[in-house]
């Protein structure tokens, strides 16, 4: 009986220094503020939201990019673009309802449509009347469906691996399958092992010795801004289990229907969105170009911003400023 008890205290003890390991409660957004938040970030409120963004770059320059980040990043992930581009460009950025700093809608009522209005919003008090959006994953859907709602805002348009039209993901990152989990809810909400970060990150690049320790704090820590990972698991997904992968329920068609000068991007090594897509695109889209990269996964711009901002330059130069 001693030992039987003995035994079940070991194993009660265990049990909870392994729960303690990945115990991750909710942070607040003022406890990240000051590593994730410092100038030039800024915070406006838009539809209850408080949306962090930066504004960079010349303030006279007539079609600022805005740059869209796709599932589970934040404005974070086009650092090196902006770094480039930030010289001779107006660059503004912001974190996506649901994600980073932002984090969802007080409500927690979000919809694709209800984001647009926000980014729009954005825009028109930044006095951005035109810009050249560039969109990755499902910031690429956000930036296409922006093309078709507002065709006079769009004046170019770079979509980078972007979301759009249904398919099937070869490898899905562990944290996307888990929060599609029915019942996963309050326990993704309180745990999160920072190995599944991690491994999730490593996924989505085409070499995953590029993910360093910094990157993965960053990405950690802002899926913790309370909030987040409740909106992320009560996202509706396809059969892939992913957000970025999405595609029912979208009108594709309407994509034929864009006319802003478009350049499409592509990682050779993205497992969560097929490169055939690049082709649906390109033959959709009149006039659209398409550079794909081989050594690059569904991330490119963050993987390897120089190599993948060179084309962006090229494409630049041909829009009328």
């Known amino acids: 009986m001693k030992?039987?008890?003995?035994?079940?205290?070991?194993?009660?003890?265990?049990?909870?220094v392994v729960v303690a390991s990945v115990w991750a409660p909710d942070r607040s957004v003022a406890s990240l503020q000051a590593r994730w938040a410092p100038a030039p970030s800024q915070f406006i409120t838009l539809d209850g939201a408080a949306v962090h963004y930066r504004d960079e770059g010349p303030r006279d320059d007539p079609r600022p990019l805005l740059l869209l980040h796709g599932?589970?990043?934040?404005?974070?992930?086009?650092?090196?673009?902006?770094?480039?581009?930030?010289?001779?460009?107006?660059?503004?950025?912001l974190d996506l309802p649901g994600f980073g700093l932002t984090g969802p809608f007080p409500d927690g009522a979000g919809s694709l449509t209800r984001t647009l209005g926000v980014i729009e919003a954005l825009l028109d008090t930044l006095g951005a009347s035109q810009v050249v959006v560039a969109g990755n994953s499902l910031g690429g859907l956000y930036a296409w469906q922006l093309a078709v709602r507002s065709p006079t805002r769009v004046s170019g348009l770079v979509l980078v691996d972007p979301a759009g039209y249904p398919s099937q993901a070869t490898s899905v990152p562990v944290g996307f399958r888990v929060a599609a989990l029915p019942g996963m809810r309050y326990v993704a909400s309180q745990v999160l092992p920072r190995s599944v970060i991690e491994s999730s990150v490593k996924n989505?690049?085409?070499?995953?010795?590029?993910?360093?320790?910094?990157?993965?704090?960053?990405?950690?820590?802002?899926?913790?801004?309370e909030g987040?990972?409740?909106?992320?698991?009560q996202r509706p997904r396809t059969g892939s289990g992913s957000t970025a992968n999405r595609g029912g329920g979208l009108d594709t068609?309407?994509?034929?229907?864009?006319?802003?000068?478009?350049?499409?991007?592509?990682?050779?090594?993205?497992?969560?969105?097929?490169?055939?897509?690049?082709?649906?695109?390109?033959?959709?889209?009149?006039?659209?170009?398409?550079?794909?990269?081989p050594t690059l996964g569904h991330v490119p711009h963050e993987e390897d911003p120089a190599q993948t901002l060179a084309p962006v330059l090229a494409f630049?130069?041909?829009?009328?400023r």
């Open 228 to 233: 987040n990972r409740r909106a992320f698991t």
């Open 316 to 320: 630049l130069v041909t829009l009328p």
């Open 71 to 93: 599932s589970a990043a934040s404005l974070h992930t086009w650092e090196g673009w902006t770094a480039a581009l930030r010289g001779e460009r107006r660059v503004i950025r």
């Open 204 to 225: 989505v690049y085409g070499d995953p010795s590029k993910v360093t320790p910094e990157l993965v704090d960053r990405y950690y820590e802002l899926t913790l801004r």
């Open 253 to 293: 068609l309407q994509i034929a229907t864009i006319r802003a000068p478009t350049l499409i991007l592509w990682g050779d090594l993205d497992r969560l969105i097929p490169p055939s897509n690049a082709a649906r695109f390109a033959r959709d889209i009149p006039g659209s170009r398409v550079v794909r990269f």
């Open 3 to 16: 030992t039987g008890l003995t035994i079940l205290a070991v194993v009660v003890a265990l049990a909870g």
